[in-house]
C-alpha cells in the first residue's frame, strides 16, 4: 500500500526553496562572473570560496553540534546544483568538503568529529578524499599505500594517492591505507585523517585536465609520514568499507553537479535560439531545434527528480542507497554530457569558441561520468543490487 508520506519523502519544502533562492543569488552575483577566468586561467576559485563562506554553504552538511548549519543531503545537493550551473569548479567545493568528511561523519570517535569538523563548519580548513591510485583506481581494494604501525601509539605512511581534488588546498585528507599486507583482501584498510602540515605528507605537480580546471588535482605523495592513531577513523581494517559507504552518499552529490551543469547548458542554448536568427526568423522556430531543446528538457528533468530521491535515500540511510546512488550518479552524468554536447551544436560555430561558456560546460561534465566511480562501475552497482 503507498502511503502520503512515500510522496513527501523526496518533496523540497520551503526552505529547501529558499535555500536555492539565495545560492542562485550568490552563484550569480559572486561566482558566474568569474568562470571563464578560472577556467583560462586554471586558477582556484577564490571569489567563490569567500562566497561560499561568508553565506556559510561552503561545507552546508556538516551537523550543528560541530558548529554547522547541518543542511540535509538534498539542500546540500541544491546547493552543490546550483552553483555547478554557473562554475562547476566551484562546486567541488561544498561537494569535496562533503566527500572528504563523509567518513568522520559515519564512523569516526567523537573526538576526531571534534577535532576535525568544527574548522571545516566555519571555512578555515578544508577536506580533501584520498582513495585512488594509479594502479588502483576501480579497484581500490589492491591500493599499495601502507601504513604501518609503529607500536608506539602512530603509525608511518608511505606511498601515493592519485587524482585528488582540492590537493594542496585542503588542509585535511581522508586517507586509506593498507595496515596489514597480509590480511584478507579489502579487509587490510584503515583510513586515517593527514594534515597538510605533517612531515612527510607532500604533493605532486597539478594535473593538466580536461575542464574543471579550477579545482587543483594532484597526488598526495607520503614518505615516512607520522601519523598519530587516534587520528584513525573508525575501526582498524574498517577502511575500505567506510569508503564504499561514503561514496554511495557522496555520488548523489556529483549527481547534483551534473544536474547544474547541464541546466546551465540547457539555459545558454534556449537563450541563444531564441535570439538567433536564420532565415528571416528565430533558429528556435525550427522544429528540429525545438526537439532537441524538448528531449534536453525532458533528460535533464528526469536526472534531477533521481538526484533528489537519492538524496532523500541518503539522509535516511535506507538499504537502497547504494543502487540509488550509483543511478543518480551515471544517469545525471551521462546527461549532462549528452545536453551539453547538443547545446554546443545548437549554438554551431558559437559553441565552438571561448567566447560562450557552452565549450567549458561540456568540458567540464566529462569528468562526472568518470571519477566516483566510471559510470561502468555505478553499472556493476546497480547490477548488483538487482541480482541482489
Known amino acids: 500500500m503507498v502511503r502520503n ?19 542562485r543569488e550568490i552563484t550569480a552575483a559572486k561566482i558566474t562572473p568569474f568562470a571563464a577566468a578560472v577556467d583560462a586561467q586554471a586558477r582556484y576559485p577564490h571569489e567563490a570560496h569567500e562566497a561560499l563562506v561568508a553565506s556559510d554553504f561552503f561545507a552546508p552538511h556538516i551537523p550543528q553540534e560541530y558548529g554547522g548549519v547541518g543542511a540535509d543531503a538534498l539542500a546540500t545537493c541544491i546547493v552543490i546544483e546550483e552553483v555547478a550551473r554557473g562554475c562547476a569548479s566551484a562546486s567541488l567545493i561544498p561537494a569535496v ?6 567518513p568522520l561523519i559515519l564512523a569516526a570517535s567523537e573526538e576526531v568529529k571534534a577535532r576535525y569538523l568544527p574548522p571545516l563548519a566555519d571555512g578555515t580548513a578544508m577536506f580533501s578524499y584520498g582513495l585512488s591510485e594509479r594502479e588502483a583506481g576501480s579497484d581500490t581494494a589492491a591500493m599499495s599505500c601502507r601504513a604501518t604501525d609503529n607500536g608506539d601509539g602512530t603509525f608511518t605512511l608511505n606511498g601515493q594517492k592519485a587524482w585528488i581534488t582540492n590537493a594542496g588546498v585542503s588542509q585535511f585528507y581522508t586517507v586509506m591505507a593498507v595496515t596489514d599486507p597480509d590480511g584478507p583482501r579489502g579487509g587490510n584498510i584503515s583510513a586515517f585523517v593527514a594534515e597538510k602540515s605533517d612531515p612527510g605528507f607532500s604533493f605532486g605537480e597539478p594535473e ?5 580546471k579550477g579545482s587543483p588535482t594532484c597526488e598526495l605523495l607520503f614518505d615516512q ?11 582498524r581494517g574498517e577502511g575500505l568499507k567506510i569508503a564504499l559507504r561514503t561514496l554511495d552518499h557522496t555520488r548523489v552529490t556529483i549527481g547534483a553537479q551534473a544536474v547544474g551543469i547541464a541546466q546551465g547548458a540547457l539555459d545558454l542554448a534556449t537563450a541563444y535560439v531564441k535570439e538567433r536568427r536564420q532565415f ?3 533558429v528556435a522556430q525550427f522544429q528540429g531545434v525545438q526537439f532537441m531543446l524538448a528531449d534536453m528538457a525532458m533528460h535533464l528533468e528526469a ?15 535506507e538499504g537502497d542507497l547504494p543502487f540509488f546512488g550509483a543511478a543518480a550518479k551515471c544517469f545525471a552524468s551521462d546527461v549532462a554530457m549528452q545536453v551539453t554536447t547538443d547545446a554546443v551544436q545548437l549554438l554551431g560555430g558559437a559553441g565552438y569558441v571561448t567566447d ?15 571519477y566516483e566511480g566510471t559510470n561502468q562501475i555505478q553499472r556493476v552497482v546497480m547490477a548488483r543490487s538487482v541480482l541482489a
Not at 568538503?97 to 563523509?102: C, D, Q, T
Not at 593538466?208 to 574543471?212: A, D, F, S, V
Not at 534531477?304 to 535516511?316: D, P, T
Open 5 to 23: 508520506s512515500d510522496f513527501d519523502s523526496y518533496r523540497l519544502s520551503e526552505d529547501h526553496e529558499a535555500i536555492r533562492e539565495a545560492i
Open 97 to 102: 568538503n562533503k566527500l572528504g568528511s563523509m
Open 208 to 212: 593538466h585536465k580536461l575542464g574543471i
Open 225 to 235: 609520514c607520522v601519523i598519530p592513531e587516534d587520528r584513525m577513523i573508525g575501526a
Open 280 to 282: 528571416g526568423k528565430a
Open 303 to 317: 536526472a534531477r527528480q533521481l538526484v533528489y530521491v537519492a538524496a532523500a535515500k541518503s539522509e535516511r540511510g
Open 356 to 370: 560562450f561558456p557552452a565549450e567549458r560546460m561540456m568540458r567540464d561534465a566529462k569528468i562526472t561520468q568518470i
